[in-house]
């Protein structure tokens, strides 16, 4: 079985909030592709955006510019932190929570939708071992 996951931390993004919708579009995601009964896993780098509807906020006065530090999404009993197995798309009572750099505050969102969109085609960096 081969999946994908992409890494959120250290990320930087362009936030847009547009009423009950907030967008964290990024470029150059690192990816780490693994394939069943593979040596190594391969690294790869991907745009795209993560896309929160139905969004209520506390305390969301951002930039356009940031850059994620750390990133939970909280659903049903599950917790995905700083990663998420592509491709990712959730309905229900979601809890994202993350921090950003040379900001203390912890944002909150709770939302009824998450999608992470990748756009454009993914681009091969480098084989790595498994232990990374």
């Known amino acids: 079985m081969s999946f994908r996951i ?33 040596e190594q896993k391969t690294l790869w780098h991907q745009d795209g955006s993560i896309i929160m509807k139905d969004s209520v906020e506390e305390n969301f006065s951002l930039k356009n510019k940031e850059k994620i530090i750390s990133f939970n999404i909280s659903f049903d009993f599950y917790t995905y932190k700083n990663m998420l197995i592509l491709p990712f798309n959730k309905r229900g009572k979601l809890l994202i929570e993350f921090n950003l750099l040379n900001r203390n505050d912890v944002y909150s969102i709770s939302c009824s939708e998450v999608n992470l969109i990748e756009e454009g085609d993914p681009r091969y960096i480098k084989h790595i071992s498994k232990m990374e």
């Open 6 to 38: 992409i890494q959120l931390e250290n990320l930087d993004v362009d936030v847009e909030y547009k009423n009950d919708l907030i967008k964290l579009s990024f470029i150059n995601a690192s990816v780490k592709k693994t394939m069943e009964d593979a």
